[in-house]
Structure formats: structure tokens, C-alpha cells
């Protein structure tokens, strides 16, 4: 074998190590990928049932701010920590989501409280909207609601799931409700 042969063999073995390498490297960012969204995941859930979220997501899920009255109570001396407190963290979580950082099979859970959320905050969102013009405060509840609308999707949504279990809990009628909600928690038709 020629000087010239050796160098071909030795360029070719330099690309399959390379590839090689390349392929690894792939493999360990995904792994590395999703040890930080079950991180997230965690992280988010821990927040979300801490007693002080729960407070927060119960009194503000009590108020009834679609009432012009009980929302001008609401204004009056300034907005309730528990209402800031509650649409803060799920404007948060809603954004990680809507920007492809969360992935949204493992933060389903959250993608199905986002319309209950939106229904309770939005009359506060726009009041604060018609204010402060510019101000797009809870935008991404607002827009993760709207995506729900399309992208809740059953076949998506029940893989890992055994098709027992998934006839079982009424998986499917799940679904149904959650689309149901998102577009009652949207409000106005047409909004969008």
C-alpha cells in the first residue's frame, strides 16, 4: 500500500472517529436535556402545591372579578400578593412552555390548570392592560390557553400510557373538557 493509499484510509477512519464523537456528543446534550427539564418539572410542581401557591391559587380562584364591582375592590388599595403571587408563577411557567424550554408532554399538568388560571386572573390582566397601555401582563397564560385549543392532543398526550389506563380514566373525555375550558376561559370569541 502506497503513501498516498495509507493517508486516504487514515482520513476515512478520522471522519467515522469524528462522526463517531459527534454522535456521542448529541446523545449526552439530550440526556442532558432532560435531567434538566425533570429538574424544572420538579421544581415547578414543589412551587406549585407549596401552601402558600395553594393560598394563593384558592383565593384568587374565589374571587369573582368578573363582577365590575368586586374587580374595582380589587384595585382599590392595591392588588393582593396572593393574585401577584399566583399569576406570577404561572405566567412563568406558561412562558417556559410557550418558548419550547419546558416540554409540554411532561408539563401537561400545568397546560390543563392554564385555562382555570386565565379564567380567574384575565379580568385583572385586562384591567391592568387598559392602565397601563403596553403593559402585556400574564401574556403568556393568556397565549398558552389559546395554543391549548390546538395543541392538547389526545394521540400525542396518552403515549407511555397503557391503552387500559387510558380507557379507563376517560382519558379521551379529559381531552374534550380541557379544549371546552380553554375556549371558555378565552373569553370573547374571535379575541384571537
Do not use: C
Not at 424544572?40 to 365590575?68: G, I
Not at 398558552?144 to 396518552?158: G, H, M, P, S, T
Not at 382519558?171 to 371546552?180: K, L, N, T, Y
Amino acid at each position: 500500500m502506497g503513501w498516498d493509499a495509507a493517508a486516504a484510509v487514515g482520513s476515512i477512519a478520522g471522519a467515522f472517529i469524528l462522526l463517531g464523537g459527534t454522535i456521542a456528543a448529541i446523545v449526552q446534550l439530550r440526556h442532558l436535556r432532560l435531567t434538566y427539564q425533570i429538574e424544572a418539572y420538579l421544581d415547578v410542581a414543589q412551587r406549585s402545591s407549596s401552601p402558600d401557591m395553594v393560598a394563593a391559587r384558592e383565593y384568587v380562584e374565589s374571587l369573582n372579578l368578573d363582577d365590575p364591582r368586586e374587580l374595582a375592590r380589587a384595585f382599590e388599595n392595591g392588588l393582593d400578593s396572593r393574585i401577584m403571587l399566583y399569576g406570577g408563577h404561572m405566567q412563568s411557567v406558561s412562558r417556559l412552555i410557550n418558548l419550547g424550554i419546558a416540554d409540554p408532554r411532561l408539563f401537561a399538568p400545568f397546560r390543563f390548570s392554564a385555562a382555570a388560571a386565565w379564567r380567574a386572573l384575565r379580568p385583572i390582566a385586562y384591567e391592568l392592560r387598559r392602565r397601563t397601555p403596553g403593559n402585556l401582563r400574564w401574556l403568556d397564560i393568556e397565549y398558552l390557553v389559546y395554543r391549548n385549543q390546538f395543541d392538547l392532543n389526545y394521540e400525542a398526550l396518552k403515549r407511555g400510557y397503557s391503552t387500559e389506563l387510558v380507557e379507563a380514566v376517560g382519558f379521551r373525555e379529559s381531552i374534550e373538557i380541557a379544549h371546552r375550558h380553554n375556549a371558555e376561559a378565552l373569553g370573547t370569541p374571535g379575541h384571537w
